[in-house]
């Protein structure tokens, strides 16, 4: 047995014989010829029959992994009948008498070039669209087959990397995991492993050894963890992991569109976390009821200066929409300590996490903070929006908020903007916004309590430095107090409160939680069938 | 000959997809097209030429436009950009 481990981008067990994926290193060789015309035919017969393979690999892209991701293979269609690429081609073999492949690859070439030298890291990443399509053509020139075609059973793919017309390539069913020696978590390949449902592992350290060809591998697509000819022992453990995944998947499939209710009858919102608009399928997908927690940091992480309020307005009004009237909440941005944008210039700081971030700048900077309300009360008239605010410590803060909220709305109104009325709340995460939560609640329509942030600031331990792990114990009885303290206190004052941070997802404290009256849990979506399973099992009761 | 600007307010500027269906629309028409953007010109007709522009959000970007039916080529053109762009 052999041992070889990488990251893992999708959790998973797949057991069945790996195939080493190698690209068709089409090797071009310069031929002279004496036909022009009928080199120059060569090449336009193979652009139809790779525009006909594209245009396959987008319907069956569409079918499996939908528009967002099959639209590359309509770009590639569109690169492909591009007329300076194709002039190019043509010149080459007119002028220099040479076969329509090697036209080919030195066009390849000159494009991928072109745009490995602009500025700009998209339009860098196009190079390797201009090497695909161009080898699609070679391969179509020299009739060599694809090697995907040739495995009948279902196989472990073993890759250098993968394209994503290659990934989509294989049949879905015929794909038991993939494995590659590069990529990113954020690679095409994961991303279409994640919609495929496959497990997935990358920068596995995994040689691309033909004599692997064929034989039985185990991927774990939990720890990262491959096993190539498995001993018996292996075998029995990870067969039994498979069951156990197999037979939770068909369960978690049997809660979608089961209610939220424990065994004695009380009700829970089960709602996700998002992070960005692209993530509300799986949302819908995993069946929550809600957006628990929508950060808007993306706008501003992934922007070169200030999100305008239109940019914004049509980000937020996509998601309300998606979510087809379920409730969306809205965390204005937290920006600073490890979040941090060039424009914002902010100062270094001793003690970021401490320092100016979220809520202070805010409302110190109160423009970027009205634009940002701004959007969001626009995009109300779209759904069923709420808007929360991270980092709170006090009860003026709160009231400020407000009063800048009520300025909006009178701006918006002024301008006969339509918006609706959208619920106000705030995050409970610092151990002074615990300890006035009971004069929190008379200001606010309900509470969310980030669990990272106030374990972290009630421990004073950082969660990255690995030497305090002896010390951290994220189920401190310290935080549960608090989190019981936050729930009656919210009650008290007959708002609602749920937990966004990462202990909402802890299925081992869910029962806990059901028994303080924690009105909402807002987890990952990948999390929500599985925390709806234990819902479902507990009697507070008891 | 007709010709007008217009300021890029997509945060991604012209990324490859929206430059494919505007080389699409733009071929729709018999007139000569160009796209210029800092003194650089190309054939608004061809994806690569478009993309090699590197058209950023803020840019603003020239069209000429020269033909038979340069007018419903630029009532067409001018939407596209305001609808897509």
Not at chain 1, 321 to 329: F, R
Not at chain 1, 353 to 381: D, V
Request: aromatic share 8%.
């Amino acid at each position: 047995m052999l041992k070889f481990s990488g990251s893992s981008v999708f959790g998973g067990v797949a057991i069945g014989k790996l195939f080493i994926f190698q690209k068709n290193e089409n090797k071009v060789e310069r031929r002279h010829i004496e036909d022009v015309e009928k080199e120059t035919e060569r090449f336009e017969k193979a652009k139809e029959k790779a525009l006909e393979q594209l245009q396959g690999l987008y319907e069956k892209a569409l079918k499996d992994v939908g528009e967002a991701n099959a639209m590359i293979f309509e770009v590639h269609q569109m690169m492909l009948e591009d007329l300076d690429y194709q002039d190019s081609i043509h010149y080459m073999i007119k002028e220099q008498q040479i076969n329509a492949e090697f036209a080919v690859a030195q066009t390849s070439d000159n494009f991928a070039e072109m745009f490995a030298a602009m500025d700009d890291a998209y339009m860098q990443g196009r190079a390797a669209d201009v090497r695909d399509i161009s080898e699609r053509l070679i391969s179509i020139l020299t009739d060599s087959q694809s090697s995907l075609d040739v495995f009948q059973e279902p196989v472990v793919i073993v890759a250098e990397d993968l394209a994503p017309s290659e990934t989509v390539q294989f049949e879905k069913d015929k794909l038991l995991a993939i494995v590659t020696r590069q990529g990113s978590a954020n690679s095409h390949t994961a991303i279409l492993a994640r919609t495929m449902d496959i497990p997935a592992v990358i920068q596995a350290d995994i040689g691309l050894d033909p004599e692997y060809n064929g034989k039985t591998v185990i991927v774990d697509g939990f720890t990262g963890d491959i096993y190539l000819d498995p001993d018996e022992e292996t075998s029995k453990v990870m067969e039994a992991k498979l069951a156990d995944c197999l037979a939770e998947k068909e369960l978690l499939q049997q809660l979608k569109g089961k209610e939220d209710v424990t065994l004695d009858g009380k009700h829970l919102k089960l709602y996700a976390n998002i992070g960005n608009p692209g993530d509300v399928a799986n949302v819908l997908r995993n069946d929550a009821r809600g957006i628990g927690l929508f950060r808007s940091e993306f706008l501003y992480l992934e922007s070169e200066d200030f999100p305008t309020e239109e940019e914004q307005f049509k980000a937020y009004k996509a998601v309300a929409e998606n979510m087809a009237g379920k409730k969306v909440i809205i965390r204005t941005l937290d920006i600073g300590a490890d979040k941090t944008v060039d424009y914002f210039k902010l100062d270094e700081e001793e003690n970021p996490a401490m320092g100016y971030r979220a809520i202070r700048i805010c409302l110190t900077q109160q423009e970027i903070f009205k634009t940002q309300l701004r959007a969001l009360y626009r995009a109300s008239n779209y759904g069923q929006i709420a808007i929360m605010f991270p980092m709170i410590i006090s009860v003026e803060e709160v009231r400020k908020i407000k009063k800048i909220v009520e300025e909006v709305k009178a701006e918006l109104t002024e301008l006969a903007v339509p918006f609706k009325d959208v619920e106000l709340g705030v995050m409970i995460e610092t151990p002074a916004a615990v300890m006035v939560s009971d004069e929190l609640a008379k200001e606010v329509d309900f509470f969310s309590i980030g669990t990272n942030d106030l374990t972290q600031y009630t421990l004073a331990i950082d969660r990255q430095n690995a030497k305090l792990g002896d010390f951290y114990n994220a189920h401190h009885p310290a935080i549960l107090k608090m989190i019981e303290m936050v729930v009656k206190n919210a009650h008290g004052a007959g708002i609602w409160a749920g937990i966004c941070g990462e202990l909402g997802a802890d299925l081992s404290l869910t029962e806990t939680f059901l028994k303080m009256g924690v009105d909402e849990l807002s987890v990952s979506p990948a999390m929500v069938l599985r925390v709806r399973k234990i819902i479902r099992e507990t009697d507070t009761s008891k | 000959m007709k010709t007008f600007d217009y300021t890029i307010t997509d945060p991604e500027g012209i990324h490859a997809r929206p430059a494919g269906l505007f080389v699409k629309e733009a071929g729709k028409f018999a007139s000569k097209i160009t796209i210029a953007k800092d003194g650089k010109e190309v054939d608004a007709k061809r994806i690569f030429g478009i993309m090699s522009l590197g058209v950023k959000k803020d840019n603003t970007v020239t069209l000429n436009i020269e033909g038979d039916d340069e007018e419903e080529a630029f009532t067409a053109l001018e939407a596209f950009f305001k609808e897509n762009l």
